[in-house]
């Protein structure tokens, strides 16, 4: 009974996480939203087919730069699938290890140079996320920024059909669209 009611008490925060766009401070870490945001993303949107290696292949969440999220991440998706697939986290230090990523976090560590990087990683399948201030602008897809005690979503409509992604109306529902 305890299982269950701990499994329907996170469903019901990831559900008025992604229905509100909210969370205040006082009760969440930051990271340890955007680490929910992250695992949701891999369950609402839509990558091309050729994304995977194959029907097994896990869903794989990578960090590039300096790691922000500790073990939220890690805790986030562990024994978690996103549709049948297992979700994975890897950290990465540069776009050669990305090759296998479905989403690539790219960590602010990584500003000076994110240009170059939002660039090169436009690739069909590559879902970019950011949370420097600038991100979607800068090219990526999704970015999350705090605003005060909120978490607040932009998603870069052009970037995402580049790289081929059709994220979900509910995800869309809650971001500020650049287009």
């Known amino acids: ?21 909210i969370c205040p401070a006082q009760v969440f870490n930051e990271y340890h939203v955007k680490a929910v945001f992250l695992y949701t993303f891999a369950k609402f949107v839509e990558w091309p087919p050729l994304t995977f290696s194959g029907p097994d292949s896990a869903m794989t969440i990578c960090i590039l730069g300096d790691d922000p999220f500790g073990s939220f991440l890690n805790e986030a998706v562990r024994g978690k699938t996103a549709g049948d ?43 970019t996320v950011g949370d420097t201030a600038d991100f979607t602008a800068q090219g990526g897809v999704i970015g999350l920024r705090r605003d005060g005690d909120r978490i607040r979503l932009s998603v870069n409509l052009p970037a995402a059909e580049k790289a081929k992604l059709r994220i979900s109306s509910r ?8 287009r």
């Open 1 to 21: 009974m305890e299982l269950l009611t701990l499994s329907t008490a996170r469903r019901a925060s990831l559900l008025g996480i992604l229905f509100f766009g």
């Open 85 to 127: 697939r297992p979700v994975a986290v890897r950290r990465v230090t540069d776009l050669r290890e990305a090759g296998a990523c479905q989403i690539l976090f790219i960590a602010a560590s990584e500003s000076h140079r994110m240009p170059i990087l939002l660039v090169s990683a436009a690739h069909p399948g590559l879902l």
């Open 171 to 178: 995800v869309l529902s809650l971001a500020t669209l650049i």
